[in-house]
């Protein structure tokens, strides 16, 4: 795989959504926006927002990112960029590694500014744990991240792509959610790290298999 290809791609990808930085900054908007709606649904008390607060953390980038999937390959399709890219001497997995590594890039931009907010309103303490955290926060989004380039692509070239990609993201990404809201419990209610590395060790081999179908899959999709 031509590993210049793809960090030719991501270059390119990261220069365009710098460019629109208002999209990153509504991105943010709406994924702590999503987050919010759990602290106001059902009056809960302190406890109950430790309970809800992993889990509100990864439901609102769950949606924050099939929006940002959506342009992803989107944008591509204006002016037949894709077809430009596809018709280059540019290997397939190439041109999915790109896209993935930005996806997962532009994912962990918008966590550096949800996370913190998230934690302070649902009361979370980590107990210093934010090595952990960062690591679980990393190896989910990179999985996540995969399957949303991937049905960002299919949906890409269909003509309901924006209703199409939720319901074909949303089913897969289940473990990995679980994986990232049950990990991040346990390192919250602390003493908890053998249930902590057994959630991690889905998460990576969730990567681990849905990274390599993905890569080999996405040459038949992209020429469909």
């Known amino acids: 795989m031509g590993w210049r290809a793809a960090g030719a791609i991501l270059a390119k990808d990261l220069r365009l959504e710098l460019r629109r ?5 509504t991105m943010v908007v709406f994924a702590v926006l999503v987050a919010t709606m759990f602290v106001f649904a059902g009056d809960p008390t302190p406890q109950d927002l430790r309970r809800l607060g992993p889990g509100a953390l990864w439901v609102s980038l769950l949606f924050a990112g099939a929006i940002g999937f959506g342009r992803w390959f989107a944008q591509e399709e204006r ?6 890219l596809l018709v280059s001497p ?6 999915f590694a790109g896209k993935w590594a930005g996806a997962t890039v532009f994912l962990l931009g918008i966590e550096c500014a949800l996370v913190p907010v998230t934690l302070t309103m649902y009361q979370l303490d980590m107990r210093g744990a934010w090595g952990e955290l960062a690591l679980l926060l990393a190896t989910v989004t ?3 991240s995969a399957l949303g380039t991937f049905f960002a692509a299919v949906a890409a070239r269909t003509t309901a792509g ?7 993201l949303f089913p897969l990404s289940v473990p990995l ?6 990990g991040g419990q346990a390192l919250v209610e602390g003493g908890r790290m053998g249930d902590y590395w057994s959630w991690l060790s889905l998460a990576v081999a969730f990567d681990v298999i849905f990274g390599t179908v993905c890569t080999l899959a996405f040459e038949y999709v992209i020429e469909e």
Not at 79 to 84: D, K
Not at 90 to 95: E, P, Y
Not at 162 to 168: D, G, Q, R, T
Not at 177 to 182: K, M, N, P, Q, T
Request: glycine letters at 12%; hydrophobic letters at 55%.
């Open 79 to 84: 002016n037949q960029a894709l077809q430009g």
């Open 162 to 168: 924006e209703l199409l990609l939720p319901i074909l």
């Open 177 to 182: 959610i679980l994986a990232g809201a049950e």
């Open 21 to 25: 930085v208002e999209t990153v900054g």
């Open 142 to 144: 990179i999985g996540y």
């Open 90 to 95: 540019v290997d397939r997995a190439a041109l």
